[in-house]
């Protein structure tokens, strides 16, 4: 069996976490191993993605360190030998900063969960405007610590059709993305 060429994954980023997602029509419905290395310490297996019938595998490599950078590569068996794609490699951020992710789905047909890094305790808050201005939703983040979070904005019942601005505020920095719900 010869090296699987593959393309480059998409690659996604984040102080807490990088996501990996590749398209290789070869590998429908094939068990593929992610591995990852540093520059100082060898590949070691991360764990085994399924593709998708379409050649698609993602995954999330979520026990990384900030600064640190990380070469990943799938290895495919075939016959009782393994081959590997050639690396790709990222660089994790050194500092963790007020960021806003997004929120999913969406748009959304109903409630939403906002994505959103802190750099570290203190206070802090979500707010969903509606165009007029006026404060749909507000979510005190006081209790959560420094990294990634996952807030539901709709626990209170389903929001209504519109759109959207998601405000997080933290100190004197805030930043704003688009939310939609649709009908």
Not at 17 to 37: I, P, S
Not at 56 to 83: F, P
Not at 112 to 117: G, K, P, V
Request: hydrophobic fraction near 40%; proline fraction near 7%; charged fraction near 20%.
């Amino acid at each position: 069996m010869n090296a699987p060429v593959v393309a480059p994954p998409s690659v996604q980023v984040r102080p807490d976490v990088v996501h990996l997602a590749w398209t290789e029509a070869a590998f429908a419905g094939l068990r593929v191993t992610v591995y990852r290395r540093t520059p100082d310490r060898d590949w070691s297996p991360l764990g085994v993605v399924v593709a998708g019938s379409d050649g698609r595998l993602a995954y999330d490599d979520r026990q990384v360190a900030l600064g640190t950078t990380y070469g990943y590569r799938l290895g495919v068996s075939a016959l009782g030998c393994e081959d590997f794609s050639d690396a790709t490699w990222v660089g994790v951020p050194g500092e963790l900063r007020l960021e806003l992710v997004g929120v999913r789905p969406n748009p959304s047909r109903a409630g939403m969960t906002a994505e959103f890094t802190l750099p570290g305790a203190g206070p802090a808050h979500l707010e969903l405007i509606d165009l007029l201005g006026r404060r749909v939703v507000t979510r005190e983040l006081n209790t959560l610590g420094r990294g990634t979070h996952l807030v539901d904005l709709a626990e209170a019942g389903h929001l209504a059709p519109g759109v959207y601005l998601l405000r997080l505020t933290r100190g004197k920095e805030s930043v704003t993305t688009r939310a939609v719900i649709v009908r």
